[in-house]
């Protein structure tokens, strides 16, 4: 699975963005999906995530403390694609996002759960 990432940029705080991540190269659906961000001098942390669904069509989410409320994860199986919609945000937010692909969906997203990641795309929140 390749993944590619885009929407980062520069916003104020209070301010809105969504992040796409498009995947190429193998049965997306079969795939759940996450984002997680790095800041500066920090580890990479999982911010939502999302499972590939039930025969009803319903998925299973996840988001960090932090995000609950601000942000919705969300994914369009025929675009192959997951995105993320960030509301509110706040400078606190500011990092690298990284989309991620793996075989496992969890409430408490560990990196090591994913096998494909997406190049990264800054978020900038400004005051």
């Known amino acids: 699975v390749q993944l590619q990432a885009s929407g980062g940029g520069l916003v104020q705080a209070g301010g809105s963005l969504r992040l796409s991540c498009v995947a190429s190269?193998?049965?997306?659906?079969?795939?759940?999906l996450a984002w997680f961000h790095q800041a500066p001098g920090k580890e990479r942390e999982s911010v939502a995530a999302?499972?590939?669904?039930?025969?009803?069509?319903?998925?299973?989410?996840y988001y960090v403390e932090s995000v609950k409320g601000r942000f919705t994860i969300s994914r369009d199986n025929a675009k192959n694609t997951v995105y993320l919609q960030m509301n509110n945000l706040k400078p606190e937010d500011t990092a690298v996002y990284y989309c991620?692909?793996?075989?496992?969906?969890?409430?408490?997203?560990?990196?090591?759960?994913?096998?494909?990641w997406g190049q990264g795309t800054q978020v900038t929140v400004s005051s």
């Open positions: 991620a692909a793996g075989r496992i969906f969890s409430d408490d997203p560990k990196s090591t759960l994913y096998d494909y």
């Open positions: 190269g193998s049965t997306f659906g079969n795939y759940a």
């Open positions: 999302i499972s590939w669904g039930n025969p009803r069509g319903r998925y299973s989410t």
